[in-house]
């Protein structure tokens, strides 16, 4: 239909040709006799019919022959070329859909990006709070040991002081038993002890207590697992005495033990236990200072 149109339009628009003289026979064209000598009107007249009739007879057959080859001309080409415009808008049309695909892939990759940062702060958000949780579950249970441990501490009591010795006025040994009279265990990490001549009390009102001298502590030998539970006794003795004193005299035995509770906490117990000339335990004054529980 197109091609029915375009020609139908050409032919309208292009001008029509002059008709070409016809030749006689013999291959002359026909003239038009004429006399010899003209009259000036009629060489007038001529002159007018000749410049006039030059366009129809030269110029407009190249005129048209030109203006009827560039429409044939322009019409093929524009026929011709459709199918180069539909591949261009078809290669437009591809990229068009190819730019949307990529914007909508990057809106995509952006929103999970964001799903997967969100997911990491959240997962940071719930490690903090375990980790909140834990610890207070564990100061809870601290606190709670701790309160126990507390109520239920250990307690280091030094009982039945006696003297060792085979026969009177020897030298001799003084054995003596610690009990843990608390709920929970302890280590017993240390027992110091002297002995000294009992202090004969001169002023009015002075108490009555044993004389310890700094850094003449002797120790007792420890196991290094010396441990003792609760309501547990364990016995323990002293090196060998040698009588380097008056035995006409009462004399003291008086120390201090060191322990350490389930807390890692250390504690200590004072002992006093006077004896009299004879090696014979005796009533011993009650003196915090020397007999204590801490």
Request: negative net charge; hydrophobic residues 40%.
């Amino acid at each position: 239909m197109l091609n029915v149109l375009f020609a139908a339009i050409l032919a309208v628009t292009t001008p029509s040709q002059p008709p070409i003289p016809s030749q006689a026979k013999g291959g002359q064209p026909q003239q038009t006799h004429a006399t010899n000598e003209p009259s000036v009107g009629n060489q007038d007249n001529g002159a007018a019919n000749n410049r006039v009739a030059a366009p129809n007879l030269t110029l407009s057959p190249e005129i048209s022959i030109v203006t009827g080859g560039t429409a044939s001309k322009a019409h093929k080409e524009s026929t011709e070329d459709w199918p180069s415009w539909l591949l261009v808008i078809f290669t437009a049309g591809l990229f068009a859909a190819a730019f949307v695909t990529y914007l909508t892939i990057r809106h995509q990759a952006n929103i999970m990006a964001g799903t997967l940062e969100q997911m990491k702060i959240d997962a940071v958000a719930r490690a903090k709070e375990f980790e909140t949780q834990i610890k207070l579950t564990n100061d809870q249970i601290k606190l709670a040991r701790d309160e126990f441990n507390a109520t239920h501490r250990p307690k280091i009591r030094v009982r039945q002081f006696r003297n060792a010795s085979k026969k009177a006025g020897e030298d001799f040994e003084i054995h003596f038993v610690c009990a843990n009279v608390g709920d929970s265990p302890c280590d017993i990490l240390e027992i110091s002890y002297q002995t000294h001549t009992r202090q004969i009390l001169t002023a009015k009102g002075e108490i009555d207590r044993p004389v310890l001298v700094p850094g003449t502590f002797k120790n007792v030998l420890l196991h290094s697992d010396t441990n003792l539970a609760a309501g547990e006794l364990c016995e323990f003795q002293t090196e060998l005495f040698k009588l380097e004193w008056n035995m006409d005299k009462d004399w003291d035995f008086a120390g201090y033990i060191r322990y350490r509770d389930s807390r890692q906490i250390e504690r200590f117990t004072g002992f006093w236990q006077r004896f009299n000339r004879l090696g014979f335990p005796v009533a011993t004054p009650e003196n915090p200072d020397f007999r204590y529980v801490d």
